[in-house]
């Protein structure tokens, strides 16, 4: 099956820095989707992203699939950002089974 | 608004004594599917829908039941829950299966079984 790879697993920063989170996977897909799961366990959608880049407020993707990655950008990051970030991929020929990557550990200290 | 609802959202159980977990989506999506988040496995899938009464296997459904009576509502049922189907559960859904779509996850069931 497909593996999917995301770096660094952990990351410590101060309120107010910017970091870049990286996604590799082995395979073309056809859904790439990142997701914050807060403290409390619940997985917030933050963008779909099977190509190419968005934005929503302070954080951005970009997803280069014909180099297999995608960038997730945390910039003027705040506490609330903390928590663990998922990279999942879909590839259709899977049926719509979301293989998820191990994530990032994102600890914001004030 | 466009949500998946899960409920309860905390559950201790013993063992042997069976509970369903329901999962409702209100955004008229024809796929859905059940996950389990374990330390160091990650999330895998359990079972999934397609369409109503139309059910599948994922990488991890023994132990689990599913029904799709409604397209709206996908529960899972463990018929004699045991210690290791203490998890968190997430319910998530998409338009359809097939092609590009994003999916959309509930906010989580944390099951216990002691």
């Known amino acids: 099956g497909i593996q999917v790879e995301q770096s660094p697993p952990d990351l410590i920063l101060q309120e107010g820095a910017n970091s870049t989170l990286r996604c590799n996977f082995s395979?073309?897909?056809?859904?790439l989707q990142w997701f914050h799961q807060n403290p409390w366990g619940q997985l917030i959608n933050l963008f779909y992203i099977p190509s190419g880049t968005k934005q929503n407020g302070r954080l951005s993707a970009t997803t280069v699939a014909t180099e297999r990655y995608s960038l997730l950008y945390i910039s003027s990051s705040q506490t609330t950002d903390s928590g663990v970030y998922f990279c999942a991929v879909l590839r259709e020929t899977s049926g719509s089974r979301l293989t998820f990557g191990e994530g990032t550990q994102l600890t914001v200290n004030p | 608004e466009a949500q998946v609802t899960q409920n309860p959202r905390y559950l201790i159980t013993v063992t042997g004594k069976k509970l369903t977990v329901t999962c409702s989506q209100n955004m008229n999506h024809e796929y859905m599917s059940w996950y389990r988040q374990d330390p160091g496995l990650g999330l895998r899938q359990i079972y999934y829908s397609m369409n109503v009464e139309v059910t599948d296997k994922g990488d991890v459904p023994e132990g689990y039941k599913v029904s799709r009576k409604e397209k709206r509502n996908f529960p899972l049922i463990l018929e004699s829950p045991s210690p290791n189907q203490t998890s968190l559960y997430f319910c998530a859904s998409s338009l359809t299966q097939w092609g590009s779509y994003e999916q959309y996850f509930g906010p989580g069931t944390r099951l216990t079984v002691t």
């Open positions: 395979d073309s897909v056809n859904n």
